[in-house]
Nanobody
Framework: QVQLVESGGGLVQAGGSLTLSCATS????????MGWFRQAPGKERVFVGA????????TYADSVRGRFTISRDNAKNTVYLQMNNLKVTDTAIYFC??????????????????WGRGTQVTVSS
């Protein structure tokens, strides 16, 4: 079965960096774009960014563009979220997700059918 497991979250000071990982199994990883979403305390889950299966195409939310970078290692079935210059407002639970359609670079939650359980990122001032 499809599984997505995030790791790498933690506590970091504002201005710092953190890299999240999402290890996957149960599907042909390289055929699918992968997305990252986040949910801040008391708020809805929102799109962070997505990367195509081959890694050539990506899209990011305005709030993270230029600070966050998604990459992937198709040999390891793992997608990463490199987060630089973190802000207090980046505090959230971060989720990786797989879209329902092969090759589709989705930006909305309904386009994704498998989700990890999330990893907490806390940015202190």
């Amino acid at each position: 079965q499809v599984q997505l497991v995030e790791s790498g979250g933690g506590l970091v000071q504002a201005g710092g960096s953190l890299t999240l990982s999402c290890a996957t199994s149960g599907f042909t990883f390289g055929d699918y774009a992968m997305g990252w979403f986040r949910q801040a305390p008391g708020k809805e889950r929102v799109f962070v960014g997505a990367l195509s299966g081959g890694g050539a195409s990506s899209t990011y939310a305005d709030s993270v563009r230029g600070r966050f970078t998604i990459s992937r290692d198709n040999a390891k079935n793992t997608v990463y979220l490199q987060m630089n210059n973190l802000k207090v407002t980046d505090t959230a639970i971060y989720f990786c997700a797989r879209p329902a359609s092969v090759h589709y670079l989705g930006v909305t939650q309904p386009e994704y059918d498998y989700w990890g359980r999330g990893t907490q990122v806390t940015v202190s001032s």
